[in-house]
């Protein structure tokens, strides 16, 4: 049988635990890094990558280009309508996180909308953001 002081201590130590557990799991999320071809100055996304009848949809997808070391993220904001932004923060170019739909920074805790503005400095610019187009096929992300 468990000693009352020793359940305090084990309760404690959990409790201490939870934010760190917390912040693991959060670092732990993966993303999913969607397929993708380039012409010219356009990285062309499968509408399909969004998911289909068949699969789960997804709210956004991230594009591992060669245009940066940073990724960029297109978040769907409306039934035809996307959003491209590059996941780098605009205060010190730390690499930014997805929290539900915007973009957080580990580093000093900016926050971005999934469209690039600026929710919580430090960080005072928008995120570079690109062009987006559509087909019946396809997200066009102009990247020049
Ligand atoms: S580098 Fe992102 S808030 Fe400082």
Not at 74 to 87: H, R, V
Request: include cysteine.
């Amino acid at each position: 049988m468990m000693k009352r002081k020793d359940f305090i201590k084990t309760c404690g130590c959990a409790l201490v635990s939870a934010p760190v557990w917390l912040s693991l799991l959060q670092s732990c999320t993966s993303y999913y890094y969607a397929s993708y071809s380039q012409n010219e100055n356009k990285l062309i996304v499968p509408l399909s990558e969004f998911g289909s009848k068949n699969n789960k949809n997804r709210d956004f997808v991230l594009l591992d280009s060669t245009i940066s070391s940073y990724p960029i993220c297109i978040f769907k904001t409306g039934e035809d309508n996307y959003t491209a932004s590059l996941m780098q923060c605009t205060h010190k170019g730390c690499e930014l996180n997805i929290e539900g739909d915007m973009f957080s920074c580990p580093c000093h805790g900016s926050e971005f909308t999934k469209t690039g503005d600026v929710i919580e400095g430090p960080a005072i610019d928008p995120l570079k953001t690109f062009k987006t187009t559509i087909d019946n096929h396809n997200i066009y992300v102009h990247i020049s």
